[in-house]
């Protein structure tokens, strides 16, 4: 393979030494210091990650959480545009500037569909199993070396700009990843056992309504505990789905997959620790509440759920 | 009672619950739960770093997603794309946020369902292009009733659009044949000895892929009256 994830991950680790540098010469930052630590730490990670001794990697990853939870990773006072100016730009520009931000859906999905297979000599180009991945990492720089053309600006402007944006997330960009990890392990020490076991001791599944009830709820709460549907899935289909729902109520396996899914959907819209979709866009749109996103999605996430368990209620049997 | 079951993992859940409840710094907790977890079980500290370590190098390809297209937005940004797309959107005459974001919706939802979930994303659409023009359209509703538009009312529109993304996403893709989810769904009922095909899964959750638009664009409509209502107050 000539492109694949790995060369991202170095692109990745250079950015992110660059933002710990740029952070400790920054004087306007009141903790310069300790975040240019932070950021340091991550570049290590993808620059070093598979050399490090895990202990040490693990060390790395206390290190960097008690740095963002006490409040030592700051941001510094961004040089921007004067407003003035800013939109003078815009009217001069016009319609350019939408060009290299299409440019990223845009290359990603020729890169991760129809480049997806093409091969030189007997290399694939890019990695055919992470083709969405690296498609949006060719993508970005394409886009970035659009843009500067586009705005005659040179590529230490973008790594400032990188930096505003990176420095503006804080904590919140670290968190997703904090929270994979935190999903693995409880996946490792048997989370998903001990609270399939509860549900089935505790509630009765007489009636095939209780039991379609069970098990879409059952689907969302452990969404919304472990952050993520993937994890909920084989936990409440092994132990209610396919016993009770197929076993008892004779149920097709596909509508109650297919709308079993759909109900941990439903978790992940309510829930912070699926921190990707929740918190980070809260974080990119300067909201001060930071569970805004979520309460914006509660009111179509509990009705949808309610569907779900009518919609598999009727159509199970089919 | 006597079980068979190890209930102590469940530690580790009480204490992201009990974090988020006194709103704690939600690293802090997820740290606390990690370590929490690693005792409840008894694993050695060593063990528990490197397990944790093994996590995180494993699961780096994460914030590819995010970070990658930061150069390009944050320049685009510099030089007014987010001002541009605002003024682009208050130009055509019938737009309102939530007709905006019903396009927007059945856009990222259609997609999806036919694959293509990386048009739209909060760091590449939502924040640069999305957010500005809902926010530009709500503007000009708020204009007409010779009103400027509320902080409150501005952070609504920004959180639905977060929000449009969202339910589009999800509820688009898991009727793609050769989404992930679905891959997963079929391996795990494999597991346990039952044969499904991919497409009756996938035809199965559209009856739910259709409600969830249906709930949604209703929403956004009541945030069209909602802005209607706040402009003439």
Request: with cysteine; aromatic share 8%; hydrophobic share 60%.
């Amino acid at each position: 393979m000539i492109l694949q994830l790995e060369h991202f991950y170095y692109v990745v680790g250079a950015i992110l030494a660059i933002v710990a540098w740029m952070s400790a010469t920054d004087r306007t930052n009141p903790r310069r210091w300790s975040t240019a630590l932070f950021w340091g730490l991550y570049a290590l990670i993808y620059l070093a990650g598979e050399t490090l001794p895990a202990a040490l990697a693990g060390a790395i990853v206390v290190a960097m959480a008690l740095l963002a939870g006490f409040g030592g990773v700051r941001s510094g006072r961004p040089d921007v545009l004067p407003d003035s100016e800013r939109r003078a730009s815009a009217a001069r520009l016009g319609h350019k500037l939408f060009l290299p931000a299409l440019a990223i859906p845009l290359v990603t999905v020729i890169a991760s569909t129809l480049l997806k297979d093409v091969k030189v000599g007997a290399l694939f180009l890019i990695d055919p199993k992470q083709a969405t991945l690296v498609g949006l990492g060719c993508a970005s720089i394409v886009a970035a070396a659009l843009a500067c053309r586009l705005t005659r600006s040179t590529p230490v402007q973008a790594m400032r700009e990188h930096r505003r944006l990176v420095d503006a997330l804080g904590w919140a960009f670290f968190l997703p990843h904090l929270l994979a990890i935190l999903g693995l392990l409880f996946t490792q020490v048997g989370v998903g056992k001990a609270v399939a076991h509860l549900t089935m001791s505790y509630i009765p599944m007489e009636s095939a309504l209780v039991a379609v009830a069970v098990y879409c709820v059952g689907m969302a709460l452990f969404t919304i505990v472990m952050g993520n549907g993937f994890a909920a899935f084989p936990v409440m289909t092994g132990g209610v789905g396919i016993p009770v729902l197929v076993g008892v109520f004779h149920a097709n396996p596909a509508v109650m997959a297919a709308i079993g899914m759909f109900s941990a959907y439903c978790g992940t819209l309510m829930t912070p620790m699926a921190a990707n979709f929740n918190i980070v866009p809260a974080a990119l749109l300067e909201l001060p509440d930071k569970h805004a996103v979520i309460k914006a999605q509660v009111p179509t996430a509990l009705p949808l759920l309610v569907v779900n368990i009518v919609l598999l209620y009727f159509l199970m049997n089919q | 009672m006597q079980t068979a079951v190890n209930l102590w993992p469940l530690l580790g859940v009480a204490v992201i619950v009990a974090g988020f409840l006194l709103r704690l710094h939600p690293v802090l907790v997820v740290i606390a739960a990690c370590l929490a977890t690693g005792a409840a079980v008894l694993m050695p500290p060593l063990a528990l770093l490197a397990a944790l370590g093994t996590a995180f190098v494993k699961t780096r390809n994460l914030p590819l997603i995010l970070l990658l297209p930061l150069a390009a937005i944050g320049l685009l940004e510099r030089f007014g794309l987010r001002e541009h797309a605002q003024a682009a959107i208050s130009r055509v005459k019938s737009a309102t946020a939530g007709r905006l974001l019903i396009v927007y919706l059945a856009i990222r939802e259609g997609a999806a369902a036919v694959g293509l979930t990386s048009i739209g994303g909060h760091p590449t659409m939502v924040r640069p292009l999305m957010a500005p023009m809902a926010e530009g359209a709500a503007e000009r509703q708020a204009a007409a009733h010779g009103t400027v538009l509320s902080d409150a009312a501005r952070q609504r529109v920004r959180a639905m659009t977060a929000a449009t993304d969202n339910v589009g996403l999800f509820f688009g893709e898991d009727i793609f044949v050769a989404f992930g989810a679905i891959v997963l769904m079929q391996t795990i009922l494999r597991g346990e000895g039952i044969e499904v095909d991919p497409l009756h899964m996938a035809l199965w959750g559209i009856p739910t892929a259709l409600s969830a638009f249906v709930i949604h664009a209703w929403r956004l409509r009541r945030l069209d009256l909602y802005l209607d209502r706040e402009a003439r107050a």
